[in-house]
């Protein structure tokens, strides 16, 4: 358990707001122009370097700190991501990470940038959406996030709760909000029936291997046993970021 989570209690994870900083740059770890295994249909994702979050057994650890990564000047890099996004015909953006809303100007600025493309925004945080709005009567940062997020995965992964029934969310204290219509009817799909988690495995010329996606501990370990090393994880029901 981090020193953070053994101070505040899990019952207090993604309560503290998030301090703002500029939206000039934005530190991130890695774009994926489609995948199908981030949210629903085909969709772009972007993992943000950074979470001040800190839930124990979370399954990113390396993007918890605020170095590392690339800080890419946050215009330039929502251009070429839609541009990359709109040349694989995918329906939106999934923001992950790493923590979203620790880097909310920004990422406002890159969700804007694909809504304007005709593409919708799914975004994942620690933090609950009540609190986020409170928050973001202040924050212009955290307000203009929200405003351009269709789809948000909300709360602090708790792994003592496991949810083994909604796609995408790690702990059942976790909410699927839709905050737009675009997913309105998926969201109450997926409170009535549930759904299905995707893994994908990706390996490169020289045998470097990236997953991403969900499963649970035991499907994945008896799926990559002896594939070798792999550059980034995937989002199992053991963990949220
Ligand atoms: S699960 Fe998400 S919010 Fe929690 S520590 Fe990991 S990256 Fe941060």
């Given at each position: 358990m981090t020193l953070l989570a053994s101070v505040l209690g899990t019952s207090l994870l993604g309560t503290v707001e998030p301090v703002a900083k500029p939206g000039t740059d934005l530190r991130w770890s890695r774009f994926l122009?489609?995948?199908?295994?981030?949210?629903?249909g085909l969709r772009s994702a972007l993992w943000v370097q950074g979470c001040?979050?800190?839930?124990?057994?979370?399954?990113?650890?390396?993007?918890?700190?605020?170095?590392?990564g690339t800080v890419e000047n946050t215009t330039q890099l929502a251009e070429r991501f839609v541009a990359d996004a709109v040349s694989a015909g995918v329906e939106g953006i999934t923001l992950l990470g790493g923590e979203p809303f620790d880097q909310a100007d920004a990422l406002g600025s890159v969700a804007e940038a694909f809504r304007a493309a005709g593409l919708t925004v799914m975004t994942f945080s620690g933090y609950p959406l009540d609190l986020l709005t409170g928050w973001s009567t202040t924050r212009p940062d955290i307000a203009r996030l929200l405003a351009a997020t269709d789809l948000l995965v909300d709360g602090p992964y708790l792994r003592?709760?496991?949810?083994?029934?909604?796609?995408?969310?790690?702990?059942?204290?976790q909410g699927i909000r839709a905050?737009?219509?675009?997913y309105a009817d998926e969201v109450a799909r997926i409170e009535l029936e549930g759904g299905l988690d995707r893994l994908e495995i990706r390996i490169r010329p020289d045998g470097q291997i990236d997953v991403n996606g969900w499963a649970d501990d035991a499907a994945l370990e008896e799926l990559l046993h002896d594939l070798g090393p792999r550059q980034d994880r995937p989002r199992t029901k053991a963990r949220l970021a």
């Open positions: 122009a489609a995948t199908a295994a981030e949210g629903p001040s979050v800190h839930c124990p057994g979370c399954f990113n650890p390396q993007l918890w700190a605020e170095v590392g003592d709760r496991p949810d083994a029934v909604r796609p995408w969310l790690g702990s059942t204290n905050l737009t219509p675009a």
